[in-house]
């Protein structure tokens, strides 16, 4: 048996290397920066990217492979310039990469490429950003970004995981799922966040969070809103060298460890390694695609000129679960949103607000017409122009500290809505506390919850350079420090317009 699964495993290689017609175009030797490659590159090549830093932001290329030489000292730096450092396309890949310094690492917004073996580390805002769309990501280790590791929102996915990631050490939690997401993570390692291995919030409960391993999270939850699944686990995971910085730093896990052959039908939770991901490269169904990329690995391909790569027979093309013997749409998939869901049709509009659904943020919500993103599907309210001082209620933090608590986003969200909608308009951010402690520990603390807050509308997307911040300290009360109410009242945050 073994000598035969070699002897197929080669066969897939071949099978493999001769339908590959793409050219390889190499970055220094033909190509000076990965961006001018691109702009040259036709579906099926691959860019092979040698090792060095290349300090660009690009946008992938339907059907093309980025590779690079090594993940670790074959870096793209984003200069903290443009949106992200990679923004991704239909069908390509990019391996191999370690990804850093941007506002966003990654960004797949209505686009599922493939993502995988990369180090995506040290990026403002989010590691990878999904919006309507899950690119496939597997094996990565994400760590460091200053917010969320791996953000969803408004995402749907049938064909793509979130799976074998180390995700570690993010600012924020390691995966968020938000707007009625909808994704698998599955065979991941979550350690070492600052609050949530994992975060749904309510419209994305139906988050499927299986076989994976949840360690040394700030809180504890495996999640928020999603369901605990006893696939999961909370054990220290034994990571090889996790200590030393790149390029020694080893996320693999050690040989002892409670990761090995936890996950889902017997293989490790956590990364891949080379030798293992060659021996899953099996073709039990003699159809051409080999286990690891055959989504019916046991029931061959009928080759019908639909979704021929993924290796199933097409007995249901839109893969609503109606026949197409009974689908009045079979290349349509049905949206099971209650209304006539079994006649195989998608309701297109379900809210009748005139925006598709497959574009619409909230499909059962319709939007409000009023000129400020009425395009997005949603019901919202023209910001204000922001003039003069606001205080806001509601902008809270940790006692004694200048962390903000989680009820504060929704509200800060709103100051950011006022920031985008009049982007010349510029602030200043003033922090206030009360008379509890000294003078000048109160000096330090207002000024350090100015920035908290200036932080979070940065990573949100406003320029750093449109906000300044102070802090006052004790210093200007606006009622009587004697009672709790007046100290309440004393804590707070000002935004002054300065333009």
Not at 149 to 162: H, L, N, R, Y
Not at 199 to 214: E, G, H, L, V
Not at 323 to 340: A, I, M, R, V
Not at 425 to 443: F, L
């Amino acid at each position: 048996m073994e000598i035969r699964n070699k002897i197929i495993t080669g066969l897939c290689i071949f099978v493999f290397a001769c339908v590959s017609h793409g050219a390889m175009l190499k970055v220094p030797q033909q190509f000076r920066s990965i961006y001018q490659a691109l702009l040259k590159a036709q579906p099926g090549d691959t860019i092979f990217v040698s090792k060095g830093i290349y300090y660009e932001n690009i946008v992938m290329v339907d059907d093309v492979v980025i590779q690079g030489e090594n993940q670790k000292t074959t870096v793209i730096n984003g200069r903290q310039k443009g949106y992200a450092v990679v923004t991704g396309a239909d069908r390509a890949v990019l391996e191999n990469f370690t990804i850093r310094n941007g506002r966003i690492g990654v960004l797949c917004k209505a686009t599922a490429p493939v993502i995988k073996n990369n180090i995506i580390i040290d990026n403002k805002g989010s590691g990878i950003m999904a919006i309507m769309a899950l690119p496939a990501i597997r094996n990565n280790v994400i760590m460091r970004n200053k917010w969320t590791g791996i953000f969803c929102q408004s995402v749907k996915a049938i064909d793509t995981e979130i799976e074998n990631n180390v995700i570690i050490e993010n600012g924020y939690n390691g995966v968020h799922c938000a707007k009625a997401t909808q994704v698998l993570v599955r065979n991941n390692i979550l350690a070492g966040n600052d609050e949530y291995g994992v975060y749904c919030d309510q419209s994305a409960k139906r988050t499927r969070i299986i076989y994976n391993n949840f360690f040394g999270n700030f809180l504890s939850g495996t999640s928020y809103f999603a369901i605990e699944n006893k696939t999961n686990m909370h054990k220290q995971p034994m990571f090889k060298n996790p200590t030393a910085g790149i390029p020694s730093f080893n996320y693999f896990c050690k040989p002892v460890s409670p990761m090995l052959k936890a996950g889902e039908n017997g293989i490790d939770v956590g990364l891949l390694s080379v030798e293992f991901m060659s021996t899953v490269s099996v073709d039990k169904d003699n159809d051409g695609i080999p286990d690891d990329r055959d989504q019916c690995p046991e029931i061959p391909e009928d080759i019908d000129q639909f979704e021929d790569d993924d290796g199933c027979p097409d007995y249901d093309n839109d893969k609503d679960g109606i026949y197409d013997s009974k689908d009045k749409c079979p290349l349509e998939p049905e949206d099971k949103d209650g209304f006539e869901d079994l006649d195989g049709c998608p309701d297109t509009d379900n809210d009748q607000d005139g925006i598709l659904d497959v574009s619409d943020g909230c499909p059962n919500d319709p939007e409000t017409i009023n000129g400020y993103k009425d395009q997005d599907g949603c019901p919202d309210e023209k910001p204000v122009e922001m003039k003069g001082t606001l205080v806001l209620e509601g902008i809270n933090f940790r006692t004694g500290s200048a962390e903000l608590l989680d009820e504060s986003f929704s509200i800060l969200d709103n100051v950011y809505n006022s920031l985008e909608a009049f982007p010349k308009v510029k602030i200043e951010i003033r922090g206030h506390t009360d008379n509890v402690g000294s003078a000048q520990a109160n000096m330090v603390l207002s000024l350090e919850r100015a920035q908290s807050v200036k932080s979070y509308l940065v990573n949100r997307g406003v320029a750093a350079d449109r906000v300044q911040v102070k802090g006052f300290g004790e210093s200007q009360p606006v009622s009587s420090n004697r009672t709790a109410k007046g100290r309440a009242e004393n804590r707070r945050i000002e935004f002054v317009r300065i333009n």
